[in-house]
Each structure stands twice: as structure tokens, then as C-alpha cells.
């Protein structure tokens, strides 16, 4: 597989070698520029992405966020969808082209932002009651048969997370929870937050971590790209694709934007209101109408867009992408 990798987006004029390592498989990272945007690649000859197993998988993950990271040091940057490969130079100046207005204005918004992710694991014992610092701890816990621990746990992560959540959003912009993991985790949440906020956002997390004392254990991971919130997504799909997504949200044609979000939301709504539908069986089928939902949004602005050759979405990164992958490397 030959063709040129991106890594993400940032604002600057020019084409520059950035002096950091690529995958492997690649050149030096480099920029291609087009009216005060450029895109981070290196020249890639490495495997095809959807037949790698899952350890070389991880390690291109990893790679890819280490280049996205060390680029940050420097630049504000815009991620792309991990595995994002073009043909040639020319392609990738032409997503900068019918990309531009989209991507000069996410950077806008994303600019001196970074993520945060707290995860909270479980350290046993019993919560010590607060001190007067906004958070109304749980009771020591009463033991319960076998058949409603778990339901016990789920409810408690809920808790925790809202209380959490709760705490931290006076001092975020946003917020996007990742789904539960098993083990020892309780919760896991990206935060948004302004680079001048860093400081006492890091204030409230000694206050949670002396809160839940001897109970949860919170820690932070980054500053980072803002992976959760603003994930470039470049497509071309091929027309069975559309029609498939088309066949999945119910639609005979596809007239907008509006159109194929409200289809997603009636279908989504009653997907969480189907008690025959077992959790994993809801999430599948969720995952499934919102790649579809992305897939049409994207089909609807190229359409409109002149000599539009791509799809392109910007979005939140779901848990099969980047973020959550990030927290299984590192051992959470």
C-alpha cells in the first residue's frame, strides 16, 4: 500500500519537513500547505490498515498519536481519522481545498484548547465523607447477592460519573464520557478545557481524589489533541455505501442535512426505548445508524460543494477510534 498518510491539520504557509518519524513504513513528517492551512504527512508504503492484526494495529495507533503529540508542542492540530491514506500530494491538496472553510474554522474553535481524559479506577474500601467541597458522598456499601452485583456496579459507576462530570464542568468547555471498561475502571472522560484553565482543573482533581479517598483512584492523561471532540473523517464511498446507509435510516433519497439527522434521532430513540434489545445489541445497532448518519452528512456536503471529490466529517471520535485505544495501551 503507497500513498500518503495524514496525520492531522494545522494553520501555517509552506511546505516544511518537521523532523519527526512517521510510521513505520514512512518518511519523515512533513507538511503539504494551501492558503494558511497544511496538512501533516509522511509518504507511506506500509500495509493495508483493514488487514493488520490487532498488535500491529495498536502499534501504528500508538505511533500515529505520539507524531499528532509531538507536532502539538508546536502547533495547534486538527486529528484525522487514524488510518487516513491518499494517493498522491495532489490529493492531499485538494481535501485542503474543498476542506478549507470546515477545517480554518474547527482550528478556530479548537484554538489554545486541549483535552484532558480522567480515568478513575477502583482502590476498594470505603468512601470518606467530603469536606464541605460540593460533592454529597455514597454510604458504605451493603452486601448483595451474586445476581445484583453487577447491576450494583453499573449503577455506581452512573453515580460516579455524574458527580464527576458534575464537579469538573465549571472549569471545561466540553465533555464526552467513554463507554465503560471492564476491570478496575470506573469511568472514563474526555474534558475540553482552555490551556488557561489547566491549573485549576488540576486543583479540582486533588479535590476528587481526596474526596473519594481510599475508594476511587482519578487520574489525568494529557494535555492532548482534541481526538474526542474534532476528528477529521475522509471518505469516498462507493455508491453501494450510500445506499446502504440510505437503507439503514429508512430513507428512499437523501435531500439534506436536516433530512438524514432527524431520520438518526426517531431511529435512535427507538432503539433506546426496544427492552427486547439486549445492551450489546442496542450499542451495535447505535454505532451502526451514527456511522450511517456521518456517512449521509458527509455525502450531503460534498454534493453541494463544487468539484467536491471527497467526504469529509468533522466529529467526535467514537470508542473504536483513537482515545479509548489510547487508555487500553497504557495499561488503565
Not at 518518511?27 to 500547505?33: D, I
Not at 458522598?137 to 452485583?149: G, T
Not at 471532540?229 to 464511498?237: D, L, Y
Amino acid at each position: 500500500m503507497y500513498g500518503k498518510y495524514i496525520y492531522g491539520i494545522i494553520i501555517g504557509s509552506g511546505d516544511t519537513v518537521l523532523g519527526v518519524r512517521g510510521l513505520v513504513g514512512t518518511s519523515l513528517v512533513y507538511t503539504v500547505a494551501y492558503e494558511g492551512l497544511a496538512c501533516v504527512v509522511s509518504d507511506y508504503a506500509g500495509g493495508n490498515f483493514d488487514l493488520m492484526s490487532k498488535e500491529e494495529l495498536a502499534r501504528c495507533l500508538m505511533t500515529h498519536q505520539v507524531v499528532v503529540e509531538q507536532v502539538m508542542k508546536k502547533h495547534q492540530v486538527l486529528p484525522l481519522k487514524f488510518g487516513t491514506v491518499l494517493a498522491t500530494s495532489d490529493e492531499v491538496h485538494a481535501l485542503l481545498v474543498q476542506g478549507h472553510p470546515q477545517f480554518f474554522l474547527t482550528l478556530l474553535w479548537i484554538q489554545d484548547k486541549v483535552e484532558v481524559e480522567v480515568v478513575s479506577t477502583w482502590a476498594g474500601g470505603q468512601v470518606i465523607e467530603g469536606n464541605g467541597a460540593g460533592l454529597e458522598m455514597l454510604p458504605a456499601e451493603e452486601p448483595l447477592p451474586p445476581e445484583r452485583v453487577e447491576v450494583s456496579k453499573t449503577q455506581r459507576r452512573q453515580t460516579y460519573l455524574e458527580r464527576m462530570i458534575g464537579f469538573l464542568k465549571p472549569v471545561s468547555i466540553d465533555i464526552q464520557p467513554h463507554p465503560f471498561n471492564s476491570g478496575r475502571m470506573a469511568v472514563s472522560v474526555a474534558f475540553l478545557v482552555d490551556e488557561a484553565s489547566l491549573d485549576a482543573f488540576h486543583g479540582r482533581i486533588k479535590q476528587l481524589n481526596a474526596l473519594f479517598y481510599n475508594q476511587i483512584d482519578f487520574q489525568v492523561i494529557g494535555p492532548l489533541p482534541p481526538y474526542s471532540f474534532a476528528t477529521v473523517e475522509v471518505n469516498r464511498p462507493s455508491p453501494e455505501a450510500i445506499d446502504e446507509a440510505k437503507q439503514l435510516l429508512n430513507l428512499s433519497e437523501v435531500v439534506g442535512e436536516v433530512e438524514v439527522r432527524k431520520a438518526y434521532r426517531r431511529l435512535a430513540a427507538e432503539v433506546g426505548s426496544d427492552r427486547r434489545l439486549g445492551d450489546k445489541l442496542s450499542g451495535a445497532r447505535l454505532v451502526a445508524l451514527r456511522r450511517a448518519s456521518d456517512l449521509l452528512v458527509a455525502y450531503c456536503r460534498g454534493q453541494a460543494e463544487k468539484d467536491g471529490s471527497f467526504l469529509i466529517s468533522i466529529r467526535r471520535s467514537r470508542s473504536d477510534e483513537v482515545q479509548p485505544l489510547r487508555l487500553v495501551e497504557i495499561g488503565a
